[in-house]
């Protein structure tokens, strides 16, 4: 019986030693399964612990131009040189992935293909002959500045590059590469490196320029292609090289890069309108980026007039320039000296610098007697001996002429005529009129006196290109801005169309320096007192310019004239902006355009406006409308009442004549439009009254 059940109790040993074994295995793959999971978990765990350095590194900040060009960029932290970058060529992009991991796209952050060869080949060669690192480790070490030689820094970019394909795409994974390469010396990012080695913006390349630039990072002692120019040679054709053997560049391709000549030495980075820069930098420190509306061609012209200009002055002068079009208050160019440096004090913003105007200012007190209606262009004023209490007025070169036309009186920019327009306007509307145009005018005194139309006033020259743009813009005119994100301001009227236009008249018959054109400019140059500034601003149809003389102390220049010094520049400075003058406008319709003879007898010869508006007993009266008014004019006219005088009788609003030798006194005219109007009455004798009144 025990023989018998001898095979069947060997076979159930058996069998349940089998049993045994594969429940021992079984438990084994479940303890291996566990600890695997439980290895990758913590492993998940240590990874998603990795506490990173900052990705969004600090770029420079960057002044742009209108189309977008690069007018000025700042340095970061110990003067580095790293730029944000936009489109970077895709030729470019393609060969850096090719040469320097070409898995990149399909790997999550270390390659153990790449790094098992670069073992391998070390255990063969008996050194380093290739690294396994890929693009997302080689960015990884550059965020941390970290060591790349030891296995705890290797460890390190491993961890920190699985993190980083945890919390970032590809693309931007990409990006910081790009932004952190080095390039050599202070040379950051693939920006930084175009603009200095090739002085182009990354996103068009040569297939060259590509290969150093894929070459610089993995290369230290190429990254001076200036200094060790057979090596970065070397480095940038062993990348073209290894491009045509992976079908990524053709052979013809490759030979036309190995025949491009190395870059020499690194550009400068632009520096224009650098005063600007500065100050869009200081008024918004937390923007990384200035779009203005400057025209960086324009700029860089107008720096090397003003530089040239200020060289042939000498005697440590400086100059400033601003152009602008004064259709849309958009400033092209904003050069504050002649050059951005200690010499001749040129860290000073001298567009902003508040400094006296000298005979800048004559213009606009003669708009302001047009628009009353004191005087016309052909109207006759007396260049005497005058004197206003205790200040007499003397022209600049002592001399009286005696009868003078309005017009001559600008042209030649004599004292005492506009001096006698001042003391009948009032000093303090001229400088309502100033701040209504855009302009901060500076009273040291705080009240304005006669002098103010002959400089006693401190300006900038952005005010009174402000200030030219309004005449130049009809009387009015939107205010400068260089920022493009600037908001557009409401501008106000200085004076009306019709006196603008006489004003602008005038002064495109000024004599122009020595061979420029005649009648193309209105302009007027202005000199301070003691020869310490020397202006000439001037428009066409389209553009205005402001250029200024000195120095910026403020001490005098001897012999220094704004006509001599400044009005050539002003003329040159409009032939480097275009290469055509842009017509000046026609005359508006209500424009008076006749001699001196045929002018109503009031405005033949300028008088004392207590002559004119004496209130006698013989004087007219102005009915209706009586002054302060408000009226809607009903079918755009309204009715002018007149009592005393003598006929015929003369209807002037805003000094544009409405009415001429009327023999009645209720006489209808034509609104002149809404808001505020001032009527005039003359009679036969030059007697007159006036009203201000507001129209709706």
């Not at 295995?25 to 913590?42: H, K, N, S, Y």
């Not at 495109?508 to 140059?525: C, E, I, M, W």
């Not at 808001?675 to 007159?688: F, H, P």
Request: aromatic share 6%; net charge neutral; proline share 8%.
């Amino acid at each position: 019986m025990a023989a018998a059940l001898s095979p069947v109790i060997q076979g159930i040993g058996t069998v349940g030693s089998t049993m045994a074994r594969t429940h021992i295995w079984l438990v084994a793959c479940v303890l291996t399964l566990w600890a695997g999971a439980l290895a990758r978990d913590r492993f998940d765990a240590w990874i998603d612990a990795t506490a990173l350095p900052p990705v969004l590194s600090e770029t420079g900040v960057e002044v742009l131009d209108r189309n977008g060009a690069l007018l000025r960029a700042f340095q970061v932290g110990n003067g580095i040189w790293r730029l944000d970058h936009g489109p970077v060529d895709p030729g470019f992009i393609a060969m850096l992935v090719r040469y320097e991991d070409k898995r990149f796209f399909d790997h999550s952050g270390v390659d153990p293909l790449a790094m098992l060869r670069a073992v391998a080949q070390a255990i063969w060669h008996g050194q380093a002959v290739s690294g396994g690192s890929t693009l997302t480790m080689q960015a990884a070490r550059l965020i941390e500045d970290g060591p790349t030689g030891r296995w705890a820094g290797k460890l390190r970019q491993i961890r920190v590059a699985l993190a980083l394909e945890r919390r970032l795409d590809k693309g931007q994974i990409l990006t910081l590469y790009l932004l952190h390469a080095p390039y050599g010396g202070n040379l950051e990012g693939i920006r930084a490196a175009t603009l200095a080695w090739f002085g182009k913006e990354p996103r068009r390349l040569t297939a060259a320029q590509a290969a150093l630039l894929v070459a610089l990072p993995q290369a230290p002692e190429a990254r001076r292609p200036d200094r060790n120019h057979v090596t970065a040679r070397i480095a940038r054709d062993r990348v073209l090289h290894r491009m045509a053997a992976r079908g990524v560049l053709t052979p013809a391709e490759v030979a036309a890069a190995l025949s491009e000549p190395m870059p020499q030495a690194p550009r400068a980075f632009p520096r224009l309108a650098p005063h600007l820069a500065d100050s869009l930098r200081t008024s918004d420190p937390a923007a990384q980026r200035h779009d203005t509306t400057l025209d960086a061609g324009v700029q860089a012209r107008m720096e090397v007039l003003i530089a040239d200009a200020a060289r042939r002055a000498g005697g440590q002068v400086s100059a400033a320039l601003i152009a602008a079009d004064h259709r849309n208050g958009e400033i092209l160019a904003s050069v504050g000296s002649a050059s951005y440096e200690a010499a001749r004090q040129g860290y000073l913003d001298m567009t902003r610098a508040l400094r006296s105007p000298g005979s800048t200012l004559k213009p606009f007190a003669y708009g302001l007697a047009f628009d009353q209606g004191l005087a016309h262009p052909e109207t006759l004023i007396q260049d005497s001996p005058v004197m206003f209490g205790r200040y007499a007025p003397q022209n600049f070169d002592g001399r009286f002429r005696g009868d003078v036309r309005v017009r001559e009186a600008l042209q030649v920019s004599l004292n005492i005529p506009v001096v006698r327009l001042m003391e009948e306007l009032g000093p303090a509307r001229l400088m309502a009129t100033l701040e209504r145009g855009g302009a901060s005018p500076d009273l040291p005194g705080g009240q304005p006196g006669l002098a103010v139309a002959l400089g006693g006033v401190g300006l900038s020259l952005r005010d009174l290109v402000q200030l030219y743009a309004g005449l130049a813009g009809g009387g009015q005119a939107p205010l400068l801005r260089a920022l493009q994100t600037q908001p557009k301001e409401e501008s106000r009227r200085m004076i009306s169309e019709t006196a603008a236009w006489q004003v602008s008249d005038i002064l495109s018959g000024l004599a122009p320096p020595p061979g420029a054109r005649q009648g193309v400019l209105a302009y007027k140059t202005g000199t301070s007192y003691g020869h310490r500034d020397s202006w000439a601003i001037g428009y066409d149809g389209a553009h205005v310019i402001g250029v200024w003389f000195g120095r910026p102390d403020g001490t005098p220049v001897p012999g220094a004239f704004g006509g001599e010094l400044a009005a050539p520049v002003l003329f040159e400075a409009f032939g480097r902006l275009k290469s055509e003058f842009s017509p000046l406008p026609p005359p508006p319709s209500a424009t008076l355009i006749v001699e001196t003879a045929a002018l109503p007898q009031p405005l033949q010869r300028f008088r004392p406006r207590e002559a004119a508006f004496d209130g006698g007993p013989d004087a007219p009266q102005l009915l209706f409308p009586p002054d302060g008014a408000s009226l809607v004019a009903e079918d755009g006219r309204i009715t002018v009442k007149i009592r005393g005088g003598s006929g015929p009788f003369t209807v002037l609003s805003d000094g544009k004549p409405l009415v001429t030798r009327s023999p009645l006194r209720e006489i209808e005219v034509p609104a002149s439009g809404r808001g505020y109007t001032t009527l005039v009455v003359l009679d036969a004798a030059g007697q007159a009254d006036r009203a201000t009144i507001t129209l709706d």
